[in-house]
């Protein structure tokens, strides 16, 4: 990195903890390739000083933040104004601060996914048809969102706590099913998209164990989880010879639209990107 000068664009990643964050990094090779006056810093923010943060970061010449938990809820009262689409998800991950020093919230985890999807498998569409996606957590309500915006004619989501699966729907509306895993079997020959939102498969979790036999002649299968990057689903998905991508570009697609924010450069998401992250 060379010396910041007194004029350096500044932004961060709000969390507690956030040492494991990839987003420094991320943000650092785009800093670097760019070769911009400016700095993006892991910021640990306890609960406790959430609402101070907020109000100390932008008079400290911060443009704007990423935040990730326990912050993605806890932010959006605080914030003055909030994009339709963090309305929808619940959830706040990219903040800007204005010239007043106001935070306005964004949401960019749904369209991070689908630009990963558009990059890695530029023919398949999201309106061609019905999509499930296993999971009802915070990462699903980004996706299903995600999914809605970009046309998908119908959303199912699939999750171990069945009322779980139900309240989400209902917050999101539109054509939006709740279901068990169970339902996976009769639902996946006419799934247009497969997508695991849960945190099963991912390295130290247990499996992620589906039968695919039912799946669909075309279609697409994709994984939130990108550690490990081949996924047992995504593998499972080749054997059974249907399209996959990882999850590996949600996380950097999701960070383009505040990098282009702050630091006033639209950012390549590409192989070189990826391998940076990788690395760290
Ligand atoms: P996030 O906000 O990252 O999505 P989360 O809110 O903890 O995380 O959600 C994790 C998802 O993984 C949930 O859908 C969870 O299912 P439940 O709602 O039934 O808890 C799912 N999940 C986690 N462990 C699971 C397991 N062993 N079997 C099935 N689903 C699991």
Redesign the pocket.
Known sequence: MSALTGKAALAGVIGWPVSHSKSPALHGHWLDRYDIDGAYLPLPVAPKDLGDCLIALPKLGFKGINVTIPHKEAVMPLCATLTDRAKRIGAVNTITFDEDGKAHGDNTDGLGFMNNLHQSAPSWMAKAGPAIVL??????RAVVVGLLDAGAPSVHIL???VE?AESLAKHIGGPVKAGS?DDLTDLLPDANLLAN????GMTG??PLDVDLDSKPSHGLVTDIVYAPLKTDLLHNAEAHGLETVDGLGMLLHQAAPGFEAWFGQKPAVDDELRDAVLAA
């Open positions: 999971g009802a957590g915070g990462a699903a999750n171990r706590t779980r895993m939102t849960t945190s099963l979790q247990p």
